[in-house]
């Protein structure tokens, strides 16, 4: 999947339609903990507080132009994704249902219906939540929104371009990956731009199946996907997604849930920012890989804020949420 500059141009002047572009700061006391020059891409600053966002304001449009007669869309999702296609959906004017896991956030439920979501729940995790909402698209007639779709990379390419752009050379760029739209558009950008910034994947430990899909050369899913970072929580890799960044990205990082959490700590200690954990995720790899980084430009993609307020809470008293 690669785009052309003039078509991720396009997709800027779509996404900034309706969304301001996102800051993007070197913060000092990052700078000085991991030994680089550490630039943060400010996703949790969006209307939505997480990137997804982007991509849903870009399918949306795709899907009014290629499907008017829809009227509506199904989808799945632990929360930032529900939220984004909720809010593009019913700005359209259509509607939107919206399939989460039993136990889901709290608060990101509660935002997904603000949104105009039309919640419900089903299944233990987003993998039977997502194939639940895609049996249910053909019997109420709704259109439903995938996880991964060309239109939804397109759309969120649109962060990697203003990072790319708005900041100093990157040597290197750390992304988290869930089903892979915000690392193939990073990739995608890079391309497009003719960059050689080397770009980094990070998993989690307990939902490493992208990790293990690159490293054996075949999808590989994982029996759980039990983290609190649930923007990551994916059992069964995309492999649309795989074929992108298996051969686009450098490597793909595993960080424990330990890291995810110290690094939440650090993002607020150093930058008052508040990142979920899939947010804190990037800086935890680049953490873990300080010493082979130490005196490079390194940016992390703070890709959202999103996170229950007990659980934020246990954090910032030292703790790690248990799952």
């Known amino acids: ?75 799945a999702t632990r929360g930032n994704h ?3 296609q909720a809010r593009a959906a019913t700005r359209a004017g259509l509607r939107a249902v919206v399939y989460v896991p039993k136990g889901n956030s709290v608060e990101k439920n509660a935002a997904m219906r603000a949104f105009g979501a039309e919640l419900r729940e ?25 996880p991964f779709h060309p239109e939804l990379v397109r759309g969120v390419a649109t962060y990697a371009l203003e990072f790319f752009r708005a900041a100093p050379p990157l040597d290197v760029v750390y992304v988290p990956i869930g089903c892979g739209s915000g690392i193939c558009g990073t990739i995608a950008a890079r391309d497009a731009l003719g960059l050689a910034t080397e770009v980094i994947g990070v998993v989690s430990t307990e939902a490493a199946g992208a990790k293990l899909s690159v490293e054996s050369g075949r999808l590989t899913e994982t029996n759980s996907a039990r983290t609190f970072a649930d923007g990551m929580a994916v059992r069964v890799p ?3 997604a795989l074929d992108i960044y298996g051969p686009g990205a450098a490597r793909i990082i595993a960080v424990s849930e330990d890291e995810i959490a110290a690094a939440m700590r650090l993002l607020f200690a150093a930058t008052h920012n508040v990142a979920e954990g899939a947010g804190a995720a990037a800086l935890a790899a680049l953490l873990q890989e300080r010493e082979s980084m130490r005196g490079r430009r390194a940016g992390v993609i703070l890709s959202g804020g999103n996170i229950d307020s007990a659980a934020f809470l246990s954090v910032l008293n030292g703790e790690t949420p248990a799952v």
């Not at 990052?30 to 939505?48: M, Y």
């Not at 233990?124 to 019997?139: H, L, W």
Request: charged share 20%; glycine share 8%; hydrophobic share 40%.
């Open 82 to 84: 529900g939220q984004a």
């Open 1 to 75: 999947m690669q785009f052309t500059t003039e078509e991720l141009e396009a997709a800027v002047r779509l996404v900034h339609g309706q969304m301001a572009p996102t800051p993007q700061y070197e913060w000092p006391q990052l700078s000085a903990t991991t030994g680089t020059e550490c630039w943060v891409k400010h996703e949790n600053h969006g209307p939505i507080g997480a990137f997804k966002a982007r991509g849903a304001i870009s399918f949306i449009d795709w899907l009014r132009r290629t499907h008017p007669e829809s009227p509506g869309i199904i989808t």
């Open 122 to 146: 089903h299944g233990d995790d987003f993998d039977t939540a997502k194939d639940e909402a895609m049996r249910a698209a053909e019997a109420e007639g709704l259109f439903p929104v995938p």
């Open 238 to 240: 995309v492999q649309a």
